[in-house]
Each structure stands twice: as C-alpha cells, then as structure tokens.
C-alpha cells in the first residue's frame, strides 16, 4: 500500500504507514512498536519537574502516553500503556522521578493514560488528529480523562479531601497541558502532510 493510500483512507493512523506485508511481519512491527510506545512514555517520564506543594511532577510521560495512543490506534496504544504500567509495577524504575509500583500517589495518573491513549487512539481512526482544531480538542479529550483518573486516586492515596486534590494535583499542571496540546497540534497534522506529500 502507497502511503498516499494509507494516509487518505479512513480509519488509518500513523503507525499503519510502516510497511508490513505479510502477517507474521504484521506482528513484529505491532510487538515493536508497542515497545517502543511504553519506552518512550517511560523515558518521558523521566523529564520530571517538582511542583511546590504537590507530590505529582510536571513530566513528559502525558505528552508521550497521548502522541502513542495518537499514533499507534487504540489498541496499540492501549498495550504500550498497559506494558508500561505492569513493568513499572514490577519494579523497573521508569515512572515519573525513577519511581517503580503501584502504591505512589501518582500512580492514578498513570492508570489514566492507559485510558487516554486507547480513547485518544480510537479519536485518531476518526481523523481526530489530522486537523490543527481536532487534533487540540483530541488532546484535551485525553487530559481531561488522566486527571478524572488521577486526581481522585491522588486524593485517596494522599488522604487528601477532592478540593485539596484539584489544587495539587489539577491545577498547577493547565499551563503545561496547554502547551502540550499545542504542540500535538503541531506535530500530529505535520506528520500526515509530510506523509501525504512522500506518498
């Protein structure tokens, strides 16, 4: 398949341009780019800035966690994630700060990027990251869906009341997630016109 087929059929995301002509090949590439994809969001999450006050750091891994569900589809997506989340459980150090298991307050963050990629890849399918408008409301889609994840869990495991929770653990992360969606509404649509333009 050209890639001006593949990027002007419907249903397509970015990951379906990689060529793959038989089955078996098929599952290679999908085994590797699902590795890739909780990589990357562990490696993203090592770009972490403590927030005064909060017990969960600005980090990487939100941006990375959307652009591979983006990228990916939901259900690669949804196992990059989830590869993510078990390894990081089973101890390898790659949650925000070099943290590893599942008892940190900011593990509800990570639960809800699970969520968000398979829900941001399904959005991509859709054409939900081809445009620069659909492509923000996309992203803020997948925001919105880690904090109705991440903050309650952040308000149980710190013994913190909901208010107190939206003010450490929501609020002083809008400016960043801003800039995040404005940056995947650069990246994402980009990446389909330089497709498009080498089909």
């Not at 059929?9 to 590795?35: F, H, K």
């Not at 989830?82 to 089973?90: F, N, P, Q, S």
């Not at 959005?123 to 445009?131: S, V």
């Not at 002083?172 to 990246?187: E, Q």
Request: net charge positive.
């Amino acid at each position: 398949m050209s890639l001006a087929a593949a990027s002007s059929r419907p249903g397509a995301v970015l990951a379906d341009l990689l060529p793959a002509a038989t089955a078996p090949r098929a599952r290679v590439r999908d085994a590797a780019l699902v590795l890739g994809g909780a990589a990357l969001t562990g490696v993203a999450a090592q770009i972490a800035v403590p927030v005064p006050g909060s017990p969960v750091p600005v980090t990487g891994q939100t941006f990375a966690a959307l652009l591979v569900g983006a990228s990916l589809g939901a259900g690669r997506g949804f196992l990059s994630l989830a590869l993510y989340a078990l390894v990081g459980m089973a101890g390898v150090p790659w949650f925000a700060g070099a943290q590893a298991g599942a008892g940190g307050a900011s593990f509800g963050y990570v639960l809800g990027m699970l969520l968000a990629a398979t829900v941001v890849g399904a959005l991509a399918r859709r054409g939900g990251d081809r445009g620069v408008l659909r492509t923000a409301g996309t992203m803020l889609l997948g925001e919105a869906l880690i904090y109705a994840i991440g903050v309650p869990y952040l308000a149980m495991a710190a013994g913190m009341s909901l208010g107190e929770a939206v003010a450490a653990g929501l609020v002083p992360f809008l400016i960043g997630d801003a800039v995040k969606a404005v940056l995947a509404m650069g990246a994402l649509p980009t990446a389909w016109k330089l497709a498009g333009r080498r089909g």
